[in-house]
């Protein structure tokens, strides 16, 4: 991977945002180190980790912090790819535009009976370079996507390393919970 001196300034201002105790505070230290960097208008990110996949979003490791606060991931979606409705499984997560323009609709989660969940639409966002958001549970329920033509580079920043989380299915009655693998991009 290549390195640069503004992926290095990124990384120590991760490094001071999760040294904050309350969750709240470190998101908000994360969102404003994440809009700092990016605003920048400097390239930091190697081109590799900027390639679109071939039949999902791409997810490709940034960053793992070596103490295990947190791990950054770079993700590419290409035209009309996109998550279904999920959860970050009790983990925090701070998303920023890095290229492109993605929506992201945010769900309330209203009930759950007999194994069926229920949920209620409450914002449409449109993102673009730059821009970012702080998902703190349990009001992380939402769907993201590539909003243009072309693709759109994300920036994601968790309190953690995410290798599950909770998809959220349209069934009759609400929605059915699917617990989901997640890996890394590969190609």
Not at 13 to 28: F, I, R, S
Not at 67 to 90: C, F, P, S
Request: aromatic share 10%; net charge negative.
């Amino acid at each position: 991977m290549i390195t640069s001196p503004k992926l290095d300034e990124l990384v120590g201002l991760l490094d001071k945002a999760v040294e904050e105790q309350e969750t709240k505070g470190c998101c908000y230290a994360v969102k404003a180190a994440l809009e700092h960097v990016v605003h920048s208008g400097e390239e930091f990110i190697d081109p590799y980790f900027l390639q679109p996949a071939k039949d999902t979003y791409a997810r490709r490791l940034l960053h793992r912090d070596p103490n295990g606060r947190y791990t950054a991931l770079v993700m590419v979606w290409d035209k009309g790819q996109g998550t279904a409705l999920h959860d970050h499984d009790n983990m925090w997560c701070v998303e920023c535009v890095y290229r492109g323009r993605i929506k992201v609709v945010s769900y309330d989660m209203t009930g759950q009976t007999d194994g069926r969940y229920e949920f209620q639409q409450e914002t449409t966002v449109f993102a673009g370079p730059g821009e970012a958001g702080a998902l703190i549970p349990p009001f992380d329920h939402h769907t993201i996507c590539n909003a243009e033509e072309t693709p759109a580079v994300t920036i994601h920043v968790y309190g953690g390393e995410m290798t599950h989380c909770h998809v959220f299915l349209p069934t009759e009655g609400g929605y059915e919970r699917v617990e989901k693998t997640l890996c890394y991009t590969e190609d």
